[in-house]
């Protein structure tokens, strides 16, 4: 017969106690406190918490490509922050989905500044000579 399948991400937290979970098996028990480990499981995919700092990563992040490059530079940084977040276990998907949005267009939006930067300098060296 086979084992179980168990969960193979560290840390991942019991959502009644915290208890890492690491190394159950997924169709049992937290060793902790009893709760079913599906639990767990569900409300990583759906009902997990939000993280305010991916969201506003994305928000950021959009903003910087329409509007100022320069928040780029905030929506990696907080993009870099949720994903800290992350580490600690018991955020849904979407915030995950958030976090990489913003990181790639925090990117994008930061190699633009630098970019606006260079020229800037340059116009205002052409200009003084
Ligand atoms: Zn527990």
Redesign the pocket.
């Known amino acids: 017969m086979e084992a179980p399948p168990v969960i193979r991400e560290s840390p991942y937290r019991?959502?009644?106690?915290?208890?890492d979970?690491s190394g159950t098996a997924i169709g049992g028990q937290?060793?902790?406190?009893?709760?079913p480990i599906v639990d767990?499981l569900r409300s990583r995919e759906i009902g997990g918490r939000r993280s305010g700092q991916a969201n506003a990563s994305m928000i950021l992040g959009i903003l910087g490509l329409v509007l100022f490059p320069f928040l780029g530079m905030l929506a990696w940084y907080l993009a870099r922050k949720a994903r800290e977040e992350f580490a600690s276990g018991g955020f849904d998907s979407t915030s995950r989905s958030m976090a990489t949005a913003g990181l790639v267009m925090g990117i994008i939006g930061t190699i633009i500044s630098v970019f606006w930067a260079i020229y800037m300098a340059a116009f205002l060296v052409i200009e003084v000579l």
């Open positions: 019991c959502i009644g106690c915290g208890y979970l937290c060793p902790e406190c009893g709760r767990s």
